[in-house]
């Protein structure tokens, strides 16, 4: 695909104001893991608050990623056609609207129309700050960015986990949550006023329809491929981080609320550190991003394996290895979305990513859920809280989405590897990885060498040339 079938090059953007432009962005981002992740480690409260069960607890985290997980290809297609300024002024809005609902409403079923709020802002978020990076930075730059864009956005599970806990145990829930929801305006005014979509573009532009972009990143076994790969890597460490790890820890393992909520934190200052490793090797030896992606889910099995089969409660060391591994499943899930920028041209980014970045909020839904359900089934009838033994019960589920996440990868892998002609699938297309070059070529500095044809088409063309210049000799 050349690069006027995708339309103009983008032309190089000022370093300082690429680097302004993303930090905003960034920060609009923290903000909405923060809004995410604010009843994970609020949920014993809030199930006092609402007086409702282990699964009805579930059903209030459940609708609000459900609504994340649908809204990802709608808002892929809406981000090709408005451009990430536009989503992410509307995401901060709905997110600010549900917070301010979840502070004051005592019925769960407003409560769960305030997390429905929640969903449909933290949807816009993440994709939008991926096609700003596309736009305003070389692609040779994108895999550590975005990479540090999921990871740095982790932030906000910190300030969740630590300030959002120690603010609501000394002012109340709706204090807490007021204050959540002031926070969120205030980055939504500085987004407004920094953020920009391209660096010398009004507007993005739209040279097909939304359906043909969808269509065509959907048709790309690559995109299928990021899909499953962020499936199989997100959903543990998401559950975890999210709901369940802190009522498995204080009520199963029977920590501290304070000790509990310094164990995520230590899962989300892990993914800072794994997130630039991660990055390198994806960017080093892109050819061999699936085995990454197998390293991390084998490791994440086994570590889970060893702490379900461990009599009695883990030693803290134990608790201290799963958050660590646990923490893999960020960064791990970056590499779905790093298929999705190899494989499509920046003109469909937003619906490519839109369309991986669902599996592993499905996933993660469908653990969530059945977490829940596995937990009131388990737990003895008047027991107050789920034991060690309900939770030991409730994560074991967690090996199905394994299985079947792996057996597509392997699938999908094998697909764009015979899509691309051989054994060995080329990290980037040609067509895949915008730059910033004036010419308006599509691939990282470290790809263009990989641009060579090879097989029958390169052997086709030196039959050429040769005949050409023996005509010229002759």
Partial sequence: MSASSIGPAPLPA?????VLVWAVALSAYIASIFHRTSLGVTGVEAAQRFDISAATLATLTVA???????????????????????????????????????????DVRLAVAARVLIG???AMSFISVLR???????GRRNPLLVQLTGTLGQLGAVLAAVPLVTLLHHTGWTTAFLTAAG?????????????????????????????????AAWAHPGTRLGLWTHFVTQFSGTVFALLWGFPF????????????????????????????????????????????????VGVTATVWTVLLAWPGRAPGWLLVTLVLVLALSGPGSMIGLDYARTFNPVSRLGSAAGIVNVGGFVASITLVLTVGVVLDLVTPAGQAAPDLTAYRWAFSTQYVLWALGVVQVVRW??????????????????????????????ASGSDRGRRRPTGDVAAQRRRRFASVRTRRRA
Avoid: K
């Avoid at 764009?416 to 004036?438: I, L």
């Fill in 14 to 18: 000022p370093p300082g104001r690429a």
């Fill in 64 to 106: 609000q990623l459900a609504v994340y997980a649908v809204m990802q290809v709608p808002v892929g297609m809406l981000l090709d056609r408005y451009g990430s300024r536009r989503l992410l002024i509307t995401g901060g809005v709905l997110m600010v609207a549900g917070q301010l609902a979840f502070a004051l409403v005592t």
């Fill in 120 to 122: 449909l802002g933290d």
């Fill in 132 to 138: 700003l990076i596309a736009f305003w930075f070389p």
């Fill in 183 to 215: 926070g969120g305006a205030a980055v939504l005014l500085v987004t407004v006023a920094a953020v920009r979509d391209t660096p010398h573009r009004p507007a993005v532009p739209t040279p097909a329809p939304g359906g043909g972009r969808l269509a």
């Fill in 249 to 296: 820890l204080v009520q199963g393992q029977g920590l501290s609320p304070t000790a509990a909520a310094s164990l995520l934190t230590v899962l989300t200052l892990g993914m800072l550190l794994t997130a630039p490793l991660v990055a390198h090797l994806c960017a080093r030896h892109p050819q061999h991003r699936s085995v990454l992606v197998f390293t991390i």
């Fill in 413 to 442: 892998r094998n697909a764009a590897r015979r899509d691309q002609g051989g054994h060995r699938p080329t990290a980037t297309r040609a067509e895949a990885v915008p730059t910033r070059s004036p010419t308006g070529r599509f």
